[in-house]
């Protein structure tokens, strides 16, 4: 710590600490990414199969159109590596199963239709964009009837 000699012992941490790598830590529950992100994201995205989004009216949003597809999409997509943070929970309190082989495989199920659907969405594919909506809802299902209210129970949420 040749560099920091005559630093105060506080600043000398806070020089340090300032270096260390960012931190990647889940901030919410599942329910909320899922409520933030992937409800929405479905919404956007399975529209588009069915109007074109040039013709839906932009309700002041200046990212509306195809443009607001493919962010949608990218954004399912980059919903997969949040999913799989370790430390997350779920609303119930129980931890999020990131280390069970089905919900691993989901969450990339997830990265792959939203990447498949950011590439429809740039070539305004809405026949692509119908089928990947099915794929995708297909993949929310599978995980909802395993992870979701088992038995209709919130407190059987998220156990592995
Ligand atoms: C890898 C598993 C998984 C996938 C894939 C998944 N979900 Fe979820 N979802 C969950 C779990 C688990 C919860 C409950 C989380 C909690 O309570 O914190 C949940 C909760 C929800 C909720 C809130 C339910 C409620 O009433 O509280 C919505 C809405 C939702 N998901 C939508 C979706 C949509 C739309 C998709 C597909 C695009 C999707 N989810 C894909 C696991 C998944």
């Given at each position: 710590m040749k560099l920091l000699d005559g630093v105060p012992a506080l600043l000398a941490t806070m020089l340090v600490g300032a270096c260390q790598a960012p931190v990647i830590q889940p901030h919410g529950t599942v329910n909320?990414?899922?409520?933030?992100?992937?409800?929405?994201?479905?919404?956007?995205v399975g529209n588009a199969a069915f109007q074109d989004p040039e013709a839906q009216p932009s309700l002041g949003n200046p990212y509306a159109g195809w443009p607001g597809v493919e962010s949608a999409a990218v954004a399912m997509a980059e919903s997969a590596g949040l999913l799989l943070i370790p430390g997350r929970a779920c609303s119930n309190g129980q931890p999020a199963p990131v280390d069970q082989e089905d919900w691993i495989e989901w969450t990339a199920d997830l990265r792959e239709?939203?990447?498949?659907?950011?590439?429809?969405?740039?070539?305004k594919d809405q026949d692509a964009l119908f089928d990947l909506s099915e794929r995708l809802l297909?993949?929310?299902?599978?995980?909802?009837?395993?992870?979701?209210?088992?038995?209709?129970?919130?407190?059987?949420?998220?156990?592995p």
């Open positions: 909320e990414l899922m409520i933030g992100i992937l409800e929405p994201g479905t919404n956007v239709t939203g990447l498949a659907s950011y590439e429809a969405a740039r070539r297909a993949t929310c299902t599978d995980c909802h009837v395993r992870y979701l209210d088992v038995d209709g129970e919130p407190g059987n949420r998220c156990m």
